[in-house]
């Protein structure tokens, strides 16, 4: 069968990408769903025709639709990807139904909380934590998600959340950049500027612009540079000397203490709003909930008193 998923004779994709057409409304947006170009989904459908001995899709041009046998087979097929969606959450929920699941941004996980939880694991070596990075806020009691760790107003479509810290930003750089050279503060932008550029639902990242403004130097113009909309690297490309980048002072501690990144003026700007930690209320119920809970408050704490301006 070359490699092809058949169920009792009926080709497996076929149904995928005919499934994902009529859900999705085009078979440009079922190719974009599934990760395959057009052409394939053109392809597989056809086999379910041949195979059915019907056709499923009127064409005209670029564009096409269920016809009456399409509508009639895409509603009864629909109920079976119903009962495969369900079967996995249940799976999901299954297999995490003792571990603690936490969820936070990216660049909060790859820098922040990803790096932190290795604390946790030895105050509690018999507890399960699974990390996610993800920028989506997830459904609290639908999603296979416990904790969350959002940024700002995102947090406010949770039922249950307090506020864990404000962070600030300071400039920083490969050491290496400086070459052993001494630094004003107006003399930063001298260097390449690495800029953090976030996704427009949040609120904006602190600038350089800002920054000039604070210590009274007057721009003109937009200020050169690449931009990042993950902080997370922005860092990075700071550590591999591509520039001076306003660092989120949580996110560099690791970097400061191997010194691939150091501060070469410490003045602070701080972030417009703060993170936030929301749980799903069932989550406290779960073993060591409550103290993963009571862990990532008293580590935030921590992190605001070393975060914010001297």
Known sequence: MSGEQFV??????????????????????????????????SQQIRKIE???????????????????????YHAEISKGFEQFALAQKVLERALNENAL?????????????????????ALYPDAHVRVTGRDREPRMGFDEVDFRVSYGSDVLQHDHYTELFRDWVVPACSPALLKGRSVT??????????????????????????????????????VPGLSFTLSSSAIDA????????????????????????????????PLRESYFLA????????PYGAEFRDWIIAISRQQASMSRAP
Not at 101 to 121: E, H, P, Y
Not at 189 to 200: A, G, N, S, T
Not at 279 to 286: E, M, T
Request: aromatic share 8%.
């Open 185 to 222: 503060a107006a003399g930063l932008f001298d260097y390449p500027l690495l800029h953090v550029e976030w996704e427009r639902h949040f609120s904006p990242y602190p600038s350089w612009a800002e920054f000039a403004t604070m210590i009274g130097t007057e721009l003109k113009g937009t």
């Open 101 to 121: 699941v936490l969820s936070a941004l990216s660049s909060v996980v790859n820098k922040w909380i990803g790096r932190r939880i290795f604390d946790w694991q």
């Open 50 to 72: 041949s195979f059915l001995g019907v056709t499923l899709l009127e064409r005209s041009g670029r564009t096409v639709e269920l016809n009456q046998w399409g509508r009639l």
């Open 238 to 269: 700071a550590v591999n000397k591509r520039g001076i980048v306003l660092a989120q002072m949580s996110m560099i501690a690791d970097e400061l203490e191997a010194q691939t990144l150091v501060i070469p003026v410490d003045i602070r700007m």
């Open 279 to 286: 749980w799903d209320r069932s989550a406290l119920q779960k």
């Open 8 to 41: 009792r004779g009926i080709p497996l994709r076929g149904l995928q990408a005919f499934e994902a057409v009529g859900r999705c409304g085009s078979v440009m947006a079922a190719a974009t769903e599934l990760n395959v170009s057009p052409g394939a989904i």
